[in-house]
């Protein structure tokens, strides 16, 4: 009666009935559930109390007031499945109990083991554990939803992985940011940042609804300490559950995880992870788990997330973010790259050109934030160190194309990365050599394109002043995409009617300026 996602499980997976019930009033309002449940009504204390008055069985099952007392003693459904197996688990006690009374009063051993073999047949067909087979006849077809379109699905876990200190939590809070201002409660367990100076300053960096973001952590032997995985599981799916969270981010998973897990193995981290698979699929929320890249060299965005390969072989989705290889500062510059390389669900999303800034917060000061601006050509690959056989060999040849290409005067870029392409000259290989020899970006007019010429051909200041540098708040050759607009968060359909039916038509859509 308080959640319809744990009430799918309890009927169609523990397939619990009203005869299980040891007291005639609870096998009365479970029928009345399971009916409603079937008919895909509504099912909570008021819709099932009006069942039963109907057909004259409110006082047979107690009364209005037995059942607002039902109700009113379970705070959260995270553990329904689990005690309805219990109930099951009574229920074929009690008729085995019953079949061995017969046997005394002349059932026939052969009718007696027909029985047990039909109620071990049921056991086995309610088991929340074990081995069975699933026809794909009765598998019902189900759409993805998406927090993020094409990038964050709803009922499944993310990952979001790059280095340390190039704004991953900062991405967080503006997710966050966004999910609360559409009326969506997020759960933010963060094990790095002070919640203090660093977590909310961001959170009013990006206009969140405080209210709606909640952090948590855990008191141990008298020291708070953050939520442990798999151990507190069940207390957080209970908490998320409790606010209705719409996204959970484990900020990193790593600070998450106890010495008992060993994280470089994939049967211990898939353990670990197992709560946050059943939260997000029994809440139907997104999980986002942030990790940091490995010291490897390589371009496979797979085999550079820290710890086992089960983490990012867990997710459905997942996300890198570096530094933008067009930043005219690449060691200290404030452009990002977002880079989609994994998605089981969907298509590939376009890579996305970020930047960060600054915003005025409570108090007079100013914390960081991070926005989208456009879109860009950089995949993953690009993103990442990737050895080759011969060095810096790629890196000369690049140079000498450059120069090459840019020896007759400014060109515009678009038309040299195609001719790099064309040469197999790697964008990132490009973009080097374009440091290395200070080829300078300059954009002829507020609706021009792109030139690059080397510094010997740059005109002076004053008779270039319509000129924008690529670095003054810009990105160079991205188109002037809002990836968050109305759409960008998808809050629409929840599985399911009733309670999470309802969510959906509470939090609405994004407002028009989520993205800015």
């Not at 003693?73 to 017969?102: F, S, T, W």
């Not at 047990?116 to 026809?135: K, N, Y």
């Not at 999980?287 to 820290?306: E, M, S, W, Y």
Request: charged share 30%.
């Amino acid at each position: 009666m308080i959640a319809e996602v744990a009430l799918a499980r309890v009927i169609d997976e523990v397939r619990l009935r009203g005869p299980d019930f040891y007291l005639d009033k609870h096998r009365l309002i479970f029928e009345t559930i399971a009916d409603l449940h079937r008919s895909t009504s509504p099912v909570d204390e008021l819709t099932v109390s009006h069942a039963l008055d109907d057909v004259g069985k409110i006082d047979a099952a107690g009364g209005r007031h037995y059942i607002s007392e039902l109700v009113a003693k379970v705070p959260a459904a995270a553990n329904a499945k689990h005690y309805a197996e219990i109930v099951l688990d009574c229920a074929l006690r009690r008729e085995k109990q019953a079949i061995g009374l017969n046997l005394t009063n002349g059932l026939l051993p052969a009718e007696a083991m027909e029985q047990l073999a039909a109620l071990e047949a049921r056991a086995a067909e309610g088991a929340g554990d074990g081995v069975r087979t699933v026809t794909f006849d009765g598998v019902k077809t189900e759409r993805v939803r998406w927090l993020w379109e094409g990038r964050i699905p709803l009922g499944m876990l993310t990952l979001l992985v790059g280095d340390p200190g190039l704004g991953k939590s900062l991405l967080t809070a503006q997710l966050a940011g966004w999910v609360s201002k559409a009326s969506g409660d997020v759960l933010l367990l963060s094990a790095e940042d002070h919640k203090a100076a660093t977590i909310r300053p961001r959170l009013e960096a990006v206009g969140a609804d405080l209210a709606r973001v909640h952090a948590l952590e855990v008191r141990r032997e008298g020291i708070d300490e953050g939520i442990a995985l798999p151990d507190d599981g069940a207390e957080l799916q209970r908490i998320a559950e409790a606010k209705r969270a719409r996204l959970v981010v484990v900020d990193p998973l790593m600070a998450h995880l106890p010495e008992s897990v060993n994280s470089w193995r994939d049967q211990s981290v898939r353990r670990a992870l197992a709560p946050l698979h059943r939260l997000a699929e029994d809440l139907q929320c997104a999980v986002v788990i942030v990790a940091h890249l490995n010291k490897a060299k390589g371009a496979d965005a797979t085999h550079r997330t820290g710890g086992s390969i089960a983490i990012p072989a867990a997710v459905r989705s997942a996300l890198l973010l570096a530094r933008d290889p067009e930043d005219p500062e690449p060691e200290t510059g404030a452009q990002r790259v977002l880079a989609h390389f994994k998605c089981n669900v969907a298509p590939l999303a376009d890579t996305l050109a970020a930047a960060i800034e600054t915003a005025p917060v409570e108090g007079g000061h100013e914390a960081p934030r991070i926005e989208i601006v456009g879109t860009s050509t950089a995949s993953a690959a690009d993103l990442l160190d990737a050895p080759t056989d011969e060095g810096r060999t790629e890196r000369d040849d690049a140079i000498d194309f450059l120069e090459a290409e840019l020896a007759e005067g400014p060109r515009p870029s678009k038309e040299v990365k195609d001719a790099a392409r064309a040469a197999h000259i790697a964008d990132r290989t490009l973009s080097r050599a374009k440091a290395d020899l200070g080829v300078l970006s300059t954009k002829d007019g507020l609706n021009g394109g792109w030139r690059w010429r080397l510094p010997k051909d740059a005109s002076p200041p004053e008779d270039d002043g319509k000129a924008a540098s690529e670095g003054q708040g810009c990105q160079g050759d991205i188109s002037e995409v809002a990836p968050f607009d109305q759409q960008a968060i998808c809050l629409e359909d929840q599985v399911g009617e009733g309670d999470q039916g309802r969510h959906a038509e509470e939090i609405g859509t994004l407002a028009a300026g989520a993205g800015r």
